[in-house]
């Protein structure tokens, strides 16, 4: 993903109101229809995975949190009793990676993660499928915090394999291992080539 941003906004330690910049791309945790796209609801919860500039990539759940029983909750991971709408999912769905670079007034984030079917609260991604996605940005210079953030609407993504940059010879293919790919696609964002990871149409 990449987008301008004037400012790179990374907290510093004892820093006073520094906010950091942030990016989360919204996943629907049901394929019947689409969930509410302020973060879902009880009936239709979202996954959500969110990047930060102070260096964190978590796998959030949100709309979930007061329409599961107890026992469901437990066996997913999760506290029985929410404390909040929006939260943690389990260290077992915490499978998101990210590489990030800000060059020349825009961040290029990369996130990735296994394909396939992981855990109830992560959504299946299997490359040439397609998935609906909504994107969420924060500017740290501009205070952006919570709700304050640009956001976008639902978008139909076609899910492929990353690809080398201008000029790699090396080609990533679906029959490399998992490894592989994401060591050469973290090597060309860290040198700037990449600068789209997640397309959108």
Request: proline residues 9%; aromatic residues 8%; contains cysteine.
């Amino acid at each position: 993903m990449e987008w301008d941003d004037p400012t790179m906004d990374v907290p510093q330690p004892g820093g006073i109101d520094q906010y950091p910049d942030k990016v989360a791309v919204q996943f629907p945790l049901t394929t019947d229809s689409l969930p509410y796209i302020c973060m879902g609801t009880t009936e239709q919860p979202v996954s959500i995975v969110l990047w930060s500039s102070a260096g964190k990539t978590e796998t959030l759940i949100a709309g979930s949190a007061y329409g599961m029983d107890p026992e469901h909750r437990e066996a997913l991971g999760l506290h029985s009793v929410p404390t909040s709408p929006i939260e943690l999912a389990p260290p077992e769905a915490q499978v998101w990676g990210s590489s990030a670079v800000y060059k020349d007034g825009k961040w290029m984030v990369l996130l990735y993660r296994p394909t396939g079917s992981i855990h109830e609260l992560v959504p299946t991604l299997v490359p040439g499928s397609e998935t609906s996605v909504a994107f969420a940005v924060w500017q740290g210079g501009k205070a952006e915090v919570g709700g304050k953030k640009s956001t976008s609407a639902w978008f139909v993504m076609k899910l492929g394999m990353p690809k080398a940059a201008p000029g790699e010879t090396e080609t990533v293919t679906e029959t490399q291992p998992a490894e592989t790919v994401y060591e050469t696609v973290t090597e060309t964002v860290a040198r700037g080539g990449l600068g789209l990871a997640l397309a959108a149409s």
